[in-house]
């Protein structure tokens, strides 16, 4: 498929996507977010996509935020459906049962910081920066930015952060466990593509009930450790967990077939 505001590239199951904006360092208007939610429906059905990458067009922001173009005279109601939309999107990358991570390769702000802590985890480039400046506009984040980077960062370093407005560099968000990865910015997507295969070589069913029993953890309605006795139980369903033990005690290497 093709989207108006995405290059998408899919590489040995892997789908390498880029939001293109670069005149506007990415930022996410309206047809990001449609493009965006369009392009998760594409990896949760589409059998050839295993995971996917999420990273900028251009050397310099991953994305700079929600456009603030689109913040002019907003209603208090057409703000709060601005708001909700954003976190629909997120959430669905979040939940998303194929591995999407994001490649982190400039300026990481607002909601551009909110999208890549949406993403199951993260790389960075040396020269990228992360931050929630919303303050700076008088604003707050909108698209579950309090939430996650307190989630990922522990809360006193997130409200410093989300208070401040200041940006963090690279090394300081792998020190607070932000990003999982720094590298240099030509050895980004060879990084994430060499995690993905990795990946991809494990058994598609249990990994997404990792994902799925990991994000219980933040769940209010679910509680994670009842979601892990499912998530568990039902790989005994599946012939992936019957293939993946059989090849332990054949001493080989497994072959997974999603089923
Ligand atoms: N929304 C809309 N447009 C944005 C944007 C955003 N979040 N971030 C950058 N842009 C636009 C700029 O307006 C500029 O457009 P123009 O050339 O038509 O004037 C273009 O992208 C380049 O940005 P510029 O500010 O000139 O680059 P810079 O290198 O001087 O600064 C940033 C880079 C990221 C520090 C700066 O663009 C910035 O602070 N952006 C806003 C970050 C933010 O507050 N995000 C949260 C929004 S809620």
Redesign the pocket.
Known sequence: MSYPTLLTKLQDGILIITINRP???N?LNKDVFTDLSAVVDEITQNSAIQSAIITGSGS??FV??????EFGNLSKEAAKALSKRGQDVFFKIENCIKPIIAAVNG?A???GCELAMACHFRLATTHAKFGQ??V??G?VPGYGGTQRLTQLIGKGRAIELLISGNMLDADTALQYGLVNYVVQADELLNKAIAILTNINTKAPLAVGACIKAANAVFSKVQNGYDVEINAFSQCFDTEDTIEGITAFFEKRKAIFTGK
């Open positions: 005149e506007k360092l930022a310099k922001a700079a935020g929600a456009d603030i173009l300026y702000l607002g909601g400046p919303e700076n506009l604003l």
